[in-house]
């Protein structure tokens, strides 16, 4: 019977282990300076080589070949080893092997010294998977284990070890292979069992291994079940569900130019086509996140692994989209994934991540509470973003009724009226200090962490009718932030959302927040909206309505 290439190409020495030259190196001078520990643990994701390294130190601890030449994989003890038949290593599998009692035995066998080589091995694996019980039992051997003995633990969960086991080993964390590594180990293994191998196809195993080498040599050997001489990529395509690379980038060239008809095209061929769309999500996510790279770094170099025209189409997809758009989209697009496995109409998920993530989030809706002599009634609907232009009905601006004095002079924008200071409204006071937290939050969703820690510096504010007062102490920083323009227009319409009726905002240095006695009232020929208009309309995609002469809109 033919054996399964991933037992065959089983590393068997350190100059086979594949991309963890961090624990080879260390574990080489270790055995030249004879300073090899009790106990290791190997830590890292299932395929990377844990228990293959645990063999192979297992080997060269009990090599009879000069000392710079082990393991030779020649010696008797070496090929023992590999033929799974040396007494003096002992294999634990800890996921059926996690009782108490496995371990009170294997601590009552380890005092009896070795049979055949110099070492007795104990090399457990998914030592995670022991019970607390068998956990203890084990620790006390690990503290003053017989000098004949060596432990090698291994495990994809180290977290769940107990901090007592943990350090009385010496830990090795392996890493995910890459994938131009897998891809020149398979073109080696395709090449001495007599196949050839697209490079594209090689490189779509490697992907879909997604580090880990074991899986990528068992893909390998069912694509050489397939009787071809030669490993296809739509051999691979067909065993992984995967579409070109083309597709992929098809779709996200959809976004970036905000094409939905040609993104919900190309998605209905691939279901007539037969293609799995739970693969095609993650290709799209790892897609995006290549794109997300080069916004975010500008270094074409951490995409080396990548053919030269696809990393030329990520770079003009990465100019098209904005930076939030593509965090965005990666975000829609990994949830589809999860969504897929679950809908009874295969393709929606996909679809409802592709409309959205080229609209937008669709943005709550406002309630706002009229307020004699406010602004017009303001509908607010769930508007995709970046918002569209809105189409504004005409209206008159309710502070063109103020009762303050007005100028007829053409050219000025506003003018100043002596008040008296209107009174301090305590109910709204209270109420943006109940909401405070509520509002700073609305802030970061909106305009950043920045924002959201500036206001952190208000020390005091005060509420009169429309006027917001916010007191910033001498944190000069943060109130220059709140009071640029930009910043400013988003933080007075939340506010304005908050306390319910339209209000401006003055920043102030102090402790303690102080209403001017002086009302500016604003003129404008056209455009006079307050500001909780002028941000429903500007930022939520909103529609100003007027109302006739019964109050409906």
């Known amino acids: 019977m033919a054996q399964a290439l991933y037992r065959k190409w089983r590393s068997q020495t350190f100059d086979q282990v594949v991309g963890q030259e961090h624990v080879i190196t260390t574990l080489r001078n270790a055995l030249r300076d004879n300073r090899v520990a009790h106990a290791y643990l190997f830590a890292g994701p299932r395929g990377t080589g844990k228990t293959s390294i645990a063999r192979i130190l297992a080997k060269a601890l ?277 969504d897929l496995k679950n809908s009874h109409q295969p393709q929606l998920p996909l679809e409802l991540a592709l409309i959205e993530a080229i609209q937008g989030e669709a943005t709550a809706v406002v309630n706002l509470v009229p307020v004699a002599g406010a602004a017009p009634a303001v509908a607010l609907t769930p508007t995709p973003a970046p918002p569209q232009t809105a189409t504004k009905a005409p209206a008159t601006s309710a502070t063109e009724t103020a009762s303050a004095p007005t100028t007829n002079s053409a050219t000025d924008q506003s003018t100043v009226a002596e008040a008296e200071p209107a009174p301090l409204d305590e109910v709204a006071i209270k109420r943006l200090h109940q909401q405070w937290d509520t509002f700073k939050k609305m802030v970061r969703d909106k305009s950043g962490v920045r924002v959201q820690a500036a206001l952190s510096a208000v020390r005091d504010m005060a509420v009169a009718d429309q006027t917001v007062a916010f007191a910033f102490g001498n944190n000069q920083f943060s109130r220059d932030m709140i009071a640029e323009p930009e910043i400013m227009g988003h933080v007075v319409g939340l506010l304005s959302s908050v306390l319910g009726r339209s209000v401006r905002l003055e920043c102030q240095m102090g402790e303690k927040a102080t209403l001017t006695n002086m009302i500016q009232v604003q003129h404008e020929a056209e455009d006079g909206d307050d500001p909780l208009v002028e941000y429903a309309v500007a930022t939520l995609g909103a529609e100003v309505m007027e109302k006739d002469h019964l109050g409906k809109v």
């Open 62 to 338: 009990n090599c009879t070949a000069p000392e710079g030449d082990r393991p030779c994989d020649r010696c008797p003890t070496c090929v023992a080893i590999t033929e799974g038949r040396m007494l003096d290593l002992i294999e634990i599998d800890a996921a059926s092997n996690n009782s108490v009692d496995d371990i009170r035995d294997l601590r009552d066998k380890v005092n009896f010294r070795p049979s055949e080589g110099r070492f007795k091995v104990y090399i457990i694996d998914e030592v995670h998977m022991l019970s607390i019980s068998a956990f203890n039992a084990l620790l006390k051997t690990l503290e003053e284990p017989p000098p004949h003995a060596r432990f090698m633990l291994a495990t994809t969960e180290p977290h769940k070890i107990p901090a007592t086991i943990l350090s009385r080993c010496q830990r090795f964390d392996l890493r995910r292979i890459a994938v131009p590594e897998i891809v020149n180990h398979l073109r080696h293994i395709a090449q001495e069992e007599g196949f050839g191998a697209e490079e594209e196809a090689l490189t779509a195993i490697a992907r879909g291994a997604q580090g880990c080498m074991r899986d990528a040599i068992s893909l390998l050997d069912q694509m050489l079940s397939y009787g071809n001489e030669t490993v296809t990529f739509q051999q691979v395509q067909q065993a992984l569900g995967a579409v070109s690379a083309q597709a992929v980038g098809e779709l996200v060239d959809a976004l970036a130019e905000r094409n939905v008809a040609a993104g919900l095209t190309l998605i209905q061929q691939l279901m007539v086509e037969g293609a799995s769309l739970t693969e095609f999500c993650h290709q799209v996510v790892e897609h995006l996140r290549h794109v997300m790279v080069l916004q975010m770094t500008g270094e074409r170099s951490f995409l080396a692994e990548l053919p030269a025209d696809t990393v030329q189409q990520m770079a003009q997809q990465a100019r098209q989209l904005a930076q939030p758009n593509t965090l965005y989209a990666i975000k829609r697009f990994s949830a589809a994934t999860a």
